[in-house]
């Protein structure tokens, strides 16, 4: 089970990478854009029209590609006030609800995200804007990062019930 959960880190380590590759890309598609919108370089060339919407799709795909790295790392928003408060067997129950209640959640959105891509490629739906494009490539991406998401929840759960039984250090607030 070691090796599978280190070779799904890796795997999550390389999203993350991904997703550090398309913020790069996006940091210069915007700044050519702006640069073209105000300096003359191409002539008839003002700027690039589709910038904007392209942008849009790509913070969305950053955010699928990082959550499940974030959330190995202990690094999603995480309100640990009671957690802190209440004896540490308890806080590991709480613990234990929220990881369940998580993967939970990440399975159903995982669910529900795959019909609705599935629908819209079976209807040929298109997204059209500056760029026409099938709305599906869109949607895809969630129910991957979501079943990605409930995997690291499993591993989570695994991790919470071979640790100590008190709630986690990873995320814990300055106080």
């Not at 891509?117 to 969630?142: D, M, N, Q």
Request: proline share 5%; net charge positive.
């Amino acid at each position: 089970m070691e090796r599978i959960a280190a070779a799904y880190g890796r795997l999550l380590s390389g999203l993350a990478l991904a997703a550090c590759a398309v913020l790069f890309l996006m940091t210069l598609m915007i700044c050519a854009d702006v640069l073209l919108r105000n300096v003359r370089i191409i002539p008839g060339v003002f700027g690039l029209a589709w910038s904007n919407e392209v942008s849009e799709a790509m913070l969305y795909l950053i955010t699928m590609l990082a959550a499940p790295w974030l959330l190995r790392q202990g690094q999603h928003i995480r309100v640990d006030v009671v957690l802190r408060a209440v004896p540490a067997r308890l806080g590991w129950y709480f613990e234990w609800i929220a990881d369940t209640l998580g993967l939970a959640c990440c399975l159903l959105i995982a669910h529900y995200g795959a019909r609705a891509a599935l629908a819209s490629f079976r209807a040929g739906s298109i997204s059209i804007k500056t760029l026409v494009t099938p709305e599906w490539w869109l949607l895809t991406p969630l129910p991957i990062a979501f079943l990605l998401l409930a995997i690291e929840m499993g591993f989570r759960m695994r991790r919470l019930h071979l640790g100590p039984h008190a709630p986690r250090d990873d995320a814990v607030s300055a106080g």
